[in-house]
């Protein structure tokens, strides 16, 4: 492999971790091992129907679903920080760009997939669902109820922001044009709530044009990601304070159309606390193994949390309480467990079929495979 090829792999290793230039963002390593283990403590206490939990925690962990839009601002910021310059200077491989998106994603949700169809019994509705699945492709389609790994919308959205990023950055590719983006995908997220995507009355929030100003948000942090890492140390104690005093809107309930407004305020300032300056509680080796797992875990959660029920481990008490957070330290454990042995075999398929491919390549006259040649 050439060393410009080499250069370029480990730039895209880099990217999701948000990696510009010389400065790795761990902060958001921990961000994103916060955002999906708080989707979990969600999930699993409204699909086991804990309803003789305490009051303080059904208050407590109801509104963390929203953590999913973190998910969003820190895709839009990663992704610049790996390619923004690069798709501005044509000097982006596009081949490259996205077999890699894809090669991140598709093999642990194809898995996912593949037994969420076994365990429907191949029915017609499970096949053609899971059929538009794999696609990654599902967020066009006019109809999102999906069941088969329902909690998927969330990825379909972040792949068809990487489907469109180079137009993407086009629309960021100065402060003024990026300000005009930011303020057209806020009119149209408001075009959801009162014209388009409504169902019953209910507004449909995976839609992407809905989640869309979450990674426009992302990507204007990191066109001002310099003049954050300037605050001194006065500033950055603002911004803290300033994070720390909004986190309360988290349980505040607003109108439709103020809602992704009001998690922008939730999290902006948190992102730029994070942007500013590495802390230890955010950027630690637990954090790091988490987010390197976090989508893994998020998208299997609830799968995990299905076979702890089947095996009668949902309910050990009579106690709420006591019954849901023994079953959410099971549905971690388990996402963590299944997402590394999904990883590791993963591996070890993609390296048998690599070598398949080489044996099976033509030979050259001095009995090198063709595709062996650097």
Not at 249 to 273: C, G
Not at 320 to 347: D, E, K, Q
Request: aromatic share 14%; proline share 3%.
């Amino acid at each position: 492999m050439s060393e410009a090829s080499m250069t370029e792999d480990k730039r895209s290793m880099q990217q999701f971790a948000g990696v510009a230039g010389n400065r790795h963002y761990n902060d958001l390593d921990g961000f994103r091992a916060i955002a999906a283990i708080a989707i979990v403590v969600m999930h699993v206490h409204v699909r086991g129907e804990y309803v003789h939990t305490s009051t303080w925690l059904s208050t407590a962990v109801e509104p963390l679903g929203t953590f999913v839009t973190l998910f969003f601002i820190i895709s839009g910021f990663g992704m610049c920080c790996g390619y923004y310059d690069r798709v501005k200077n044509g000097s982006m491989d596009i081949e490259r760009f996205y077999s890699r998106r894809i090669a991140k994603i598709l093999p642990f949700f194809a898995l996912l997939v593949c037994i969420d169809v076994v365990a429907e019994g191949f029915s017609p509705n499970a096949l053609w669902e899971a059929f538009a699945d794999v696609t990654l492709m599902f967020n066009l389609l006019p109809d999102l109820n999906i069941q088969v790994i329902g909690v998927g919308w969330a990825l379909g959205v972040i792949f068809l922001f990487y489907f469109l990023f180079p137009f993407f950055v086009f629309l960021m590719s100065t402060k003024r044009r990026a300000w005009g983006t930011f303020v057209a995908s806020v009119v149209l997220s408001l075009s959801c709530v009162f014209h388009f995507f409504k169902t019953n009355g209910n507004i449909d929030d995976r839609r992407f044009i809905y989640q869309f100003m979450f990674f426009v948000a992302g990507g204007l942090l990191f066109l001002y990601r310099h003049r954050i890492e300037s605050l001194n140390s006065v500033g950055r104690r603002l911004v803290l304070l300033v994070a720390v005093a909004v986190l309360p809107l988290l349980y505040v309930d607003v109108p439709a159309w103020a809602s992704n407004v009001k998690q922008l305020v939730l999290w902006i300032p948190w992102m730029v606390f994070a942007i500013a300056k590495d802390h230890k509680v955010f950027s630690n080796p637990l954090t790091k193994f988490l987010s390197g797992i976090s989508m893994e875990i998020y998208l299997s959660h609830l799968f995990i949390f299905q076979v702890i029920r089947i095996c009668g481990l949902a309910y050990v008490s009579s106690d709420g309480t006591v019954s849901y957070v023994v079953a959410l330290a099971l549905t971690l454990a388990g996402g963590m467990a299944f997402a590394l042995l999904a990883h590791r075999c993963i591996a070890v398929a993609s390296r048998f079929i690599a070598t398949s491919r080489r044996t099976g390549q033509p030979r050259g006259k001095h009995g090198v495979a063709e595709g062996d040649v650097r």
